[in-house]
């Protein structure tokens, strides 16, 4: 007898679990289906599961696929079931190819190809499936497609790219069932979309889709003008569908509670905020680490703390850039910030060798983000009446873009077209803070003899 073990979550059991199952099945004679239980979905951040491990199991007990199910708890359970179990064949999606080949030396490891082709009908049908699309296929929309496979409910159903040949390879590369040469078509197949795309065409990109009654995440900047940003949220609140801008950082559970502690008087009134974005190079994934692609949208990150802790009004805005003669990659932009309680400074650049941290000083404490404090799990609060800093941590996984779609799906999902972790107010404040320093740049005479200045919004890509 030939038995065949796969796991997995079987959250919202649909189509897709379906076929996976089938096809394990035909594998062997006997199939084993290991179910993950709610305690270790969190630990290993699969995000928005939705049903009990107990509606999981009978979804996949009604299947009639399953000789044996049994609950998956810890990392290294399914080595020591196919010990147990005396399993001969261990099955799982391609999508987790080469991950688990350190099987090999017990049993025989089989990655099965995505399911392609499921009918828009059965897709329908399958409760509470979000169908997403992508728009754009650079480093963006390839890590966020990665890490889709941990958020729950979301079925990356394709691609679509102006330049067809490199939709065909992204949805071939991430096992995709479409890759759509017209970008209506893309529309016409799924709920919602993701817009990857270069700055310069989102705006127009996010305006098509949501004429076309798609929920859109967008990747920062959203659009380059307030006025422009303001018109995409009113027709999207127009419409009833939701518009979010994926500033990472907003999602993330540390930054999430760092705002709560901040804001509710753990350090006393806040009197200055730090914040620094730099990278030492071009972006490469060695150094990422959920970095963002390009300097525009460092200015989105290092202005998302100013405005979250000290306000979307801030009394005066300074803003400065340089680009060394002759680097076209080298550049450092800082907007000076002044409330009427507290002072701001944000700092970003590109072949700077910086702390990368995030200071908030208060009347009665600080905290401290450690680098890179846009990826970071925990922070620092400092008081001088305690003896030790304390330290709050909060599990970020992976670049941190499953955490904006965790969110993005749960508003869809529960009829919310604003975010408290990201309002459309916050993204308008950052817009709005960005071209009046642009616009004080422009006023400005004074240039460098080592260093011209240049709008942020110019910066090469």
């Known amino acids: 007898m030939i038995r065949v073990i ?49 509606d999981r199991v009978k979804g996949v007990r009604q299947s009639g696929f399953a000789d044996r199910i049994i609950i998956e708890e810890y990392d290294g359970q399914k080595l020591a079931d196919i010990q147990k179990l005396g399993i001969d064949i261990f099955a799982i999606g391609s999508d987790w190819k080469g991950d688990f080949d350190y ?9 099965l190809d995505r399911t392609r082709g499921i009918s828009s009908t059965q ?21 966020m497609t990665a890490e889709a496979r941990s958020v729950s409910g979301v079925d990356i159903l394709g691609a679509y790219d102006p330049n067809v040949a490199l939709a065909e390879e992204f949805a071939r590369f991430h096992e995709l069932a479409h890759s759509f040469r017209h970008e209506q078509e893309l529309y016409d197949r799924v709920d919602a979309v993701y817009v ?105 990150y290092a202005l998302l703390p100013v405005v979250k802790l000290l306000g979307e009004q801030p009394r005066v805005i300074r803003g400065s850039s340089t680009q060394p003669l002759g680097g076209d990659n080298d550049q450092s932009s800082r907007i000076d910030l002044a409330y009427s309680h507290a002072l701001a400074s944000a700092w970003v650049g590109t072949h700077i060798v910086a702390r990368n941290e995030l200071f908030v ?23 001088p009446l305690d003896s030790h800093d304390r330290r709050i941590y909060a599990k970020l996984d992976g670049g941190g873009w499953r ?55 110019s910066r090469p890509h």
């Not at 979010?244 to 901040?262: G, M, N, S, T």
């Not at 604003?418 to 616009?439: C, G, K, M, N, Y």
């Open 6 to 54: 796969t796991y997995g979550t079987f959250d919202l059991f649909h189509e897709g679990h379906r076929r996976l199952l089938e096809r394990a099945k035909a594998l062997g004679d006997e199939l084993v289906v290991g179910v993950t239980s709610d305690a270790y979905d969190a630990s290993r951040g699969k995000l928005n599961v939705s049903q009990p491990v107990i």
């Open 123 to 143: 897709l329908r049908n399958a409760a509470a499936l979000l169908r997403l699309g992508v728009v754009g296929t650079g480093h963006s929309a390839a890590r």
């Open 196 to 300: 990857a795309t270069d700055e310069s065409s989102r705006a127009h990109f996010v305006k098509r889709a949501l004429a076309a009654n798609c929920h859109v995440l967008c990747q920062p900047p959203l659009c380059h003008t307030p006025a422009e940003m303001h018109a995409l949220y009113r027709l999207a609140a127009d419409q009833g569908l939701v518009l979010l801008e994926a500033i990472r950082p907003a999602f993330a559970p540390a930054f999430e509670r760092l705002v709560a502690a901040a804001r509710s008087g753990s350090i006393g009134q806040i009197r200055a905020l730090d914040v620094t974005c730099c990278e030492p190079s071009l972006i490469t994934d060695a150094f990422a680490n959920g970095a963002p692609d390009h300097l525009t949208e460092w200015l989105a």
């Open 103 to 111: 099987l090999q030396d017990y049993c025989q490891v089989v990655y």
């Open 361 to 383: 000083s208060g009347t009665t404490g600080c905290i401290r983000v450690p680098a890179p404090w846009w990826h970071t799990e925990y922070f620092e609060i400092r008081s």
């Open 403 to 457: 955490h904006a779609l965790a969110e993005f799906a749960s508003m869809i999902r529960e009829d919310r077209l604003v975010s408290f972790r990201l309002r459309p107010t916050d993204s308008l404040a950052i817009a709005h803070i960005i071209e009046q320093a642009d616009l004080e740049i422009l006023e400005s005479s004074h240039v460098n003899d080592n260093c011209t200045r240049h709008q942020f919004g």
